[in-house]
C-alpha cells in the first residue's frame, strides 16, 4: 500500500512509475483477448486506433516516446468521439457505447503512468467482457469470456509481485483458481437472485440473423437457403410430428405491390382461442428462438401461447411482448383441427383479394378460364397444383431474374424456374384474380432431430413460404404449392429437393448438416446439444423458470425463505472455498521414521546437540556419535538403517521395521541424556 502511494505521488510530480515488463506484457496480453470478440461490431478504425495505442504503450516503455501532452489527448479524445457519431450507427445504441468503452481503454493505456492507472485499465477490461454477452450469448462465448477474466485477474495479480519476481505462470494459475472458487456463489446467486427487469435499457445491435422479413419478393427466401445459421430450437413434450406437418408460422403478407408482399397494417389481438379449442388434441412444445430484432415468433398452426408475454394476432401470428433481443423461450400449445376464421368479415375479404389494377394480364386470364373449368375453390386449387406438377417447373436456388410490373407472368409462362416464394406468390395471385380470398405466408418448415438430445433444430435454410385461401366451409386451408413441384422438401427437407448445382453454392457447414460427411455431422450434433442445454437452463433461465425451480427447493416461494436459502447457499459456497484453502494447507502426512527422528533431534537439543539446517538425517547421528565417544559400529549401524529406509524406495519397511528404529534411536538418546554434559 506504501509502495502504491509513493508510486502515485511520484506520478503527480511527474515521475512516472515504471511497470515491470512481464506485468506489462501480460496487461497488454489481456487486453487483446478482452477485445478479440468485439471486432464483428467494431469499426476497422478503431481496431486500428487499439492497436496504435498499444504501439506507443510498448516505445513508452522503451523509453523512445514521451507519453501524450495534453491537448494531444484532447484531440484524441475528441477525434474518437467524432469518428463513432461519424461511423454510420446510432450515437444511442450499444455499439456506439461498447466502440467508445473499448477506445476509452485504448486510450487509458497511453496515459498510464501509476499503478492506480494500471488498476483501472484492469477494471475497464472487466466491463468489456460483460458488454460482450449482450452482443453474444453462446456457450461458447461464455467459455471464452471466463478465460478472458482468468487473463485479466492475472493481469492484477501481476501487478502485485515484486518487480524481480513477476511470473506469468504463477499469475496465470493463482487468477484461475480465483475465477473457480467464485463460481459456487455466483451459481447460487443466479439461481436465487430474483429475475428483474433492468431499470433502463439502450438499443440492443441490429446484427442478427433474422432469416424472415416483413417484406418478401422473389428470391428472398431463395437467398436465406443459404445460410445454416439457426432460427430456432424446439422441444415437444411427446413425440415430434411428422416433416410435412411442421409447418412454422411466423408472418403473413396480404399486401401486394410493384412485385412486392408486405404484411401490411397490424392486426389486434385474438383471445377467444382457449375456448375454442376445448375439448380438441393438441401438441405441446417449448421454442427457444434466436434473436431477431423484432416481435414475432414462430409457432404451428393452430398455436395457443402459455406463456404470459406472448400474444396471439387475428391472423394467428404470435407476437412477444418485447422485439427478441437474445434467446426467447416460450411454450406453446397448437390445435391442427382448429379452424381458422369460418367467418370472414367483408372488410377481411376485401383485404385479401386486392390486387393491383394492372399488371401480369395472361396469369389472370389464365385463373379465371381455370376456375371456369373447375367450378368449385377447392378444385381449382387442385388444378393449379396440378398444373404445377405436370408442366415442366424446377425448384432452384438459382431461378432466372424476373422483374417488372408483368414478373409473375416471366415466371409461370417463361422461365418456369423458381423457390418456394416464387411459387406461393404466383399460387396467391391466381386466387385473388380468380375472386378466392388468399394470402401468403412465411415462416419455416420441417426441421433437422438432434439425435443426441432430441430437440428439433430448425436452420435458416429451412426458411419457406406457402399458401392460404378461405373458404365459408373451412376458412382458412393452407396450400403448399411447393409440394407439387418438388415433394421431397416438404418430405424430407430441402436437401431431398436441391439440385448437384444448387448444392454445389452452398456452404461446406451446409453441405455437412445434410450428412455429407458422418463423422462431421455428429460432431455438430454434438455441439448443438450441448449448446441446446445451455440455452434451457442458462440463457433461458428467466422469472417463470426460477419460479417453477424455486418452488421444487423451497416449497412455497416467499422473500423470507429465498434470503434464506441465499443466506445458506452462499455460505456453503464460502465453506466448500475455505475448505479447499485449508485442505491445501494442511501438514503433509510424513514416514513414521522421519516423524521419530524428529522427535529424537527435538529430545537432543536439550542436551546440547543441535542439528544444523543443512544437516541431513545421517551427517547429524554421524557427527553426535563423535561428539558423544559412542562407539562407531552402535552409530553406523542405525545411519545405515536410517538411509535405507528414507533414501532407498525399493525395500519395503513393515511395522517391525520401523519399531526396531524407535528403539534404536530411543537408546541413542538414553545414551546422550547421561552422556558428558556439553
Given amino acids: 500500500m506504501q509502495a502504491g502511494r509513493q508510486s502515485d505521488k511520484q506520478a503527480a510530480l511527474g515521475v512516472a512509475y515504471q511497470i515491470p515488463r512481464n506485468s506489462l506484457a501480460l496487461l497488454m496480453i489481456a487486453l ?365 436456388l438459382q431461378p432466372q431474374r424476373v422483374t417488372g410490373a408483368d414478373s409473375i407472368d416471366q415466371f409461370w409462362f417463361e422461365t418456369r424456374q423458381g423457390f418456394c416464394t416464387h411459387f406461393a406468390g404466383a399460387f396467391v395471385f391466381m386466387m385473388r384474380a380468380a375472386g378466392v380470398p388468399a394470402r401468403m405466408v412465411g415462416g419455416y418448415q420441417g426441421g433437422e432431430i438432434n439425435s443426441i438430445s432430441g430437440h428439433l433444430m430448425v436452420r435458416q435454410y429451412d426458411a419457406h413460404a406457402w399458401a392460404e385461401i378461405w373458404t365459408a366451409d373451412s376458412g382458412w386451408q393452407r396450400v403448399d404449392p411447393t409440394s407439387a413441384v418438388a415433394p421431397g422438401r416438404i418430405e424430407l427437407g430441402i436437401e431431398a429437393a436441391l439440385s448437384m448445382s444448387d448444392r454445389a453454392i452452398l456452404s461446406a457447414f451446409t453441405n455437412v448438416r445434410f450428412g455429407d460427411w458422418a463423422v462431421l455431422s455428429n460432431l455438430l450434433q454434438w455441439s448443438d446439444s450441448f449448446e441446446h442445454r445451455w440455452n434451457l437452463w442458462v440463457i433461458g433461465y428467466d422469472s417463470d423458470i426460477q419460479q417453477n425451480v424455486l418452488s421444487g427447493l423451497l416449497g412455497e416461494v416467499t422473500p423470507t425463505r429465498i434470503g434464506f436459502a441465499m443466506l445458506i447457499g452462499g455460505s456453503l459456497s464460502l465453506g466448500v472455498v475455505a475448505f479447499t484453502l485449508f485442505w491445501r494447507r494442511r501438514p503433509v502426512k510424513r514416514h513414521p521414521v522421519e516423524r521419530a527422528f524428529t522427535r529424537f533431534s527435538d529430545k537432543v537439543r536439550q542436551y546440547g546437540y543441535e542439528r544444523r539446517p543443512d544437516e541431513s538425517p545421517t551427517a547429524f547421528l554421524s557427527r553426535v556419535g563423535v561428539e558423544a565417544n559412542i562407539n562407531p559400529a552402535q552409530v553406523q549401524l542405525i545411519v545405515a538403517q536410517l538411509e535405507a529406509v528414507l533414501y532407498n524406495p525399493s525395500i519395503v519397511w513393515g511395522q517391525r521395521e520401523v519399531r526396531y528404529i524407535r528403539a534404536q534411536l530411543r537408546r541413542l538418546q538414553f545414551r546422550l541424556a547421561f552422556g558428558p554434559a556439553r
Fill in 32 to 396: 487483446a483477448v478482452v477485445v478479440l470478440p468485439h471486432a464483428a461490431q467494431l469499426s476497422p478504425w478503431v481496431i486500428a486506433v487499439g492497436l496504435f495505442c498499444g504501439y506507443w504503450r510498448m516505445r513508452v516503455y522503451q523509453g523512445r516516446w514521451d507519453y501524450p501532452r495534453r491537448w494531444v489527448k484532447v484531440v484524441l479524445v475528441l477525434g474518437s468521439v467524432a469518428g463513432v457519431v461519424g461511423s454510420g450507427i446510432s450515437a444511442i445504441s450499444l455499439e456506439a457505447a461498447t466502440s467508445l468503452l473499448i477506445l476509452g481503454l485504448a486510450l487509458k493505456l497511453i496515459e498510464m503512468k501509476s499503478r492506480r492507472d494500471a488498476y483501472l485499465v484492469i477494471f475497464l477490461s472487466y466491463f468489456v467482457i460483460a458488454t460482450e454477452f449482450l452482443f453474444d450469448q453462446a456457450m461458447s462465448v461464455a467459455i471464452y469470456e471466463i478465460g478472458a477474466t482468468i487473463v485479466v485477474t492475472a493481469a492484477m495479480v501481476g501487478m502485485n509481485q515484486l518487480h524481480t519476481r513477476v511470473q506469468p505462470l504463477v499469475s496465470l494459475r493463482l487468477a484461475g483458481s480465483l475465477v473457480l472458487q467464485a463460481l459456487p456463489l455466483t451459481i447460487v446467486l443466479f439461481l436465487f437472485f430474483p429475475r428483474i427487469a433492468p431499470l433502463w435499457t439502450i438499443p440492443l445491435p441490429g446484427g442478427a440473423v433474422t432469416g424472415i422479413s416483413d417484406r418478401m419478393t422473389p428470391g428472398d427466401v431463395a437467398n436465406l437457403a443459404r445460410s445454416d445459421e439457426l432460427a430456432f430450437r424446439v422441444v415437444f413434450e411427446e413425440e415430434i410430428p411428422e416433416p410435412r406437418d411442421l409447418y412454422f408460422r411466423g408472418l403473413v403478407y396480404s399486401e401486394f405491390d410493384d412485385g412486392t408482399w408486405s404484411m401490411g397494417q397490424t392486426f389486434p389481438q385474438r383471445r377467444n382461442l382457449i375456448a375454442a379449442s376445448a375439448g380438441l388434441e393438441g401438441v405441446g412444445y417449448e421454442i427457444l428462438l434466436q434473436p431477431t430484432m423484432s416481435d414475432w415468433l414462430f409457432a404451428l398452426d393452430t398455436a395457443v401461447p402459455t406463456s404470459s408475454t406472448v400474444t396471439v394476432t387475428s391472423n394467428y401470428r404470435l407476437v412477444a411482448r418485447d422485439p427478441v433481443m437474445s434467446v426467447y423461450r416460450y411454450a406453446v400449445t397448437s390445435y391442427p383441427e382448429l379452424p381458422m376464421d369460418r367467418s370472414l368479415s367483408i372488410r377481411g375479404q376485401l383485404r385479401e383479394l386486392q390486387l393491383p389494377d394492372d399488371g401480369n394480364p395472361r396469369l389472370r386470364a389464365f385463373a379465371k378460364d381455370l376456375l371456369d373449368e373447375s367450378g368449385s375453390v377447392e378444385a381449382f386449387a387442385a388444378a393449379v397444383l396440378q398444373h404445377i406438377r405436370t408442366e415442366p417447373y424446377t425448384y432452384t
